[in-house]
């Protein structure tokens, strides 16, 4: 079983919605789909498919206008929720320390967090993948509690471009022997139906995270065929 994430980012609308999760329903695997929407397509029928969001306020409620709190997401229906998606970091500012706090506020009511991180391409020409990626998990992941790690490297992100599968599993082996648990991890950046399989294959990933190839029934619905 390997876990799907869909991540819509500003993308779609209530038709859209309604006709990729028609689908999904009706789409018998053995693997987990998670689908993490913008915040105005939450509600409302979900077809059964299981809920995630984008990203969570780091405070528990209160004068933050704009923002989204972990028990608003609960309300709602969310169990999971993206933390420290790079494009987050990278137009939001968001610090590893913030990405822990929202990570440390979403388990406290109930929301797994899928903590995000990965390299910028200078900083894996620079050969500093490594120490880049213990940096951030040293500091963004949660004292205690259930998480999911995902590994996205910036430049892999909608680029079309994916690092070597030797790239790839020096990365997550070094994400796995760096948890002090067992959590699943997930590598994100250009999946599509045709490396969908060989990179969910590679040891210690134990999913993908998936953002414009799940936009879609035609783009989606093919990768979690060839996982099965
Ligand atoms: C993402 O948004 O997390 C992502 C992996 O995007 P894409 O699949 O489009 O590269």
Redo the contacts with the bound molecule.
């Keep these: 079983m390997k876990l799907i994430i869909g ?1 819509w ?1 500003m993308n779609g609308n209530l038709d859209e919605k309604n006709f990729l999760f028609k689908d999904l329903s009706n789409t018998k695997t053995k693997n987990k789909i998670i689908m993490c929407l913008p915040f105005t397509l939450i509600g409302g029928e979900n077809f059964g498919i299981t809920l995630g969001a984008q990203d969570v306020s780091n405070h528990e409620n209160g004068a933050y206008t704009g923002d989204i709190s972990a028990t608003m997401l609960k309300d709602a229906g969310v169990q999971y929720v993206l933390c420290g ?1 790079s494009e987050r970091r990278l137009h939001h500012n968001e610090t590893n320390e913030m990405v822990k706090e929202k990570a440390t506020t979403a388990i406290k009511n109930g929301i797994i967090p899928v903590i995000c991180v990965g390299e910028t391409m200078e900083e894996k020409n620079a050969g500093h993948t490594i120490a880049v990626i213990k940096k951030m998990l040293s500091e963004s992941i949660p004292e205690n509690g259930e998480y999911i790690i995902a590994y ?1 490297p910036r430049w ?3 680029s079309g471009v994916t690092p070597t599968n030797s790239e790839i599993v020096l990365a997550v082996k070094i994400i796995f022997d760096t948890l002090p648990n067992s959590m699943p991890i997930l590598y ?4 599509n139906a045709t490396n969908a399989k060989e990179i969910a294959s590679i040891p210690y990933v134990d999913g993908l ?5 799940s936009l879609k029934s035609e783009t989606f619905l093919p990768i979690i065929k060839t996982l099965d």
């Design positions: 991540n980012k998606h996205e892999a992100i909608g994100g950046g250009s999946i995270l998936i953002g414009s190839a």
